[in-house]
């Protein structure tokens, strides 16, 4: 199943200039714990989607909330020449389709 089906929320957003930050919120606990149970969410994973060194992802699951969240830093720092998405809001597209076992 892909993580945009059991998530109820997948954003991504600047926290501040240099650095992206992502969240992703589950509706109930059952499709958290099935994610969480997975490991598909991880430090790795993310620094190989979005090409970083694995040391620089900061990655916390966030069990109180049925969330998890990463942060990294940006390649292009915001409203840099060549920043595409000034806010950071479309970068989490990556994850949408990640399949979760």
Same mark, same amino acid.
């Given at each position: ?5 059991? @998530?109820?929320?997948?954003? @991504?957003? /600047? ?13 109930? #606990?059952? @499709? ?5 149970? @997975? $490991?598909?969410? /991880?430090?790795?994973?993310?620094a190989r989607?979005?090409?970083? %060194?694995? #040391?620089?992802?900061?990655?916390? #699951?966030?069990?109180n909330a =049925? ?6 830093? =940006?390649?292009?720092? %915001?409203?840099?020449? $060549?920043?595409?998405?000034?806010? $950071? ?9 990640? #399949?979760?076992?």
């Amino acid at each position: 199943m892909k993580l945009a089906q059991l @998530s109820s929320l997948i954003r @991504s957003k /600047n926290a501040g200039p240099f650095v992206l930050t992502f969240d992703i919120m589950f509706p109930d #606990e059952q @499709s958290y714990l099935r994610v969480k149970r @997975s $490991g598909v969410l /991880n430090a790795a994973l993310f620094a190989r989607l979005y090409r970083c %060194q694995p #040391e620089k992802v900061r990655f916390f #699951e966030c069990d109180n909330a =049925r969330a998890f969240k990463f942060s990294i830093p =940006r390649v292009i720092f %915001q409203g840099d020449l $060549g920043d595409g998405d000034l806010h $950071g809001g479309q970068q989490f597209m990556p994850l949408v389709d990640l #399949e979760v076992p």
